[in-house]
């Protein structure tokens, strides 16, 4: 089992919808999880971080984490063609250890926003 | 305040050859990761370091790769001899703490190996 896992899509919404991202983590012991967004041929930049259970949220932008089902998402309001990207779950590397800064990332999911 | 430097953007070698990057952090920020982006995939973290110490190297293939960050600043990363599989884009991101996730990623080095 991967240690994070993205549905990798392409996932294609019409503007001004709703787009849901998901991530499932198979480390019990994380308590960190980030959003990353990264545009074609850029590098990712971080767009949402989260800790406790429930959901946060920043602008257009929820992250929602439900640690007793090990799953994480990120909601895009209002979608525009700007946000198509691909989007990157990460989570510390061994999290049940000392991960110090480290991450590992899913493979992303590709979402398209159509005027 | 600048951001994180990487050189070169592209870099095309044949297999068995040897190729260098180079990066240079955000002033000021100690810590110091090299990842690698398979295309399709998320990045894979390659080495880690704490001013000029490496923090962790473990996923690095050392049978091929190395780091260094001399002085504690800028940092090379080496293929050697190079492969097929290591097309990729290398990325490097630097952090104030080690222990902060929000790095920066500089705008990486595209590798084709061919």
């Known amino acids: 089992q991967k240690e994070v896992e993205q549905n990798s899509g392409p996932l294609s919404v019409p503007e001004g919808a709703i787009a849901s991202l998901n991530c499932t983590y198979s480390d019990r012991g994380s308590q960190s999880f980030f959003w990353y967004r990264q545009y074609s041929g850029k590098s990712p930049e971080l767009i949402m971080s989260i800790y406790s259970n429930g959901d946060k949220e920043d602008g257009r932008f929820t992250a929602q984490l439900n640690k007793a089902s090990q799953y994480v998402s990120l909601l895009i309001r209002d979608s525009q063609p700007s946000d198509s990207a691909t989007y990157l779950c990460a989570v510390p590397l061994n999290a049940g250890g000392t991960s110090y800064g480290k991450l590992t990332f899913g493979q992303g999911t590709i979402l398209t926003v159509h005027p | 305040e600048a951001g994180v430097a990487q050189s070169p953007r592209y870099k095309i070698i044949e297999k068995r050859q040897s190729v260098a990057f180079w990066c240079n952090p955000i002033?000021?920020?100690?810590?110091l990761y090299w990842y690698q982006q398979i295309l399709g995939q998320g990045p894979k973290l390659l080495i880690q370091f704490q001013n000029n110490g490496v923090v962790d190297d473990s996923q690095l293939p050392k049978d091929r790769f190395s780091a260094e960050r001399l002085k504690g600043v800028d940092s090379t990363l080496k293929i050697q001899p190079a492969k097929l599989e290591d097309s990729a884009v290398y990325l490097c991101?630097?952090?104030?703490?080690?222990?902060?996730?929000?790095?920066?990623f500089g705008s990486g080095t595209r590798l084709t190996v061919v």
């Open positions: 991101a630097s952090s104030p703490l080690p222990t902060a996730y929000g790095y920066t």
């Open positions: 002033s000021g920020h100690a810590t």
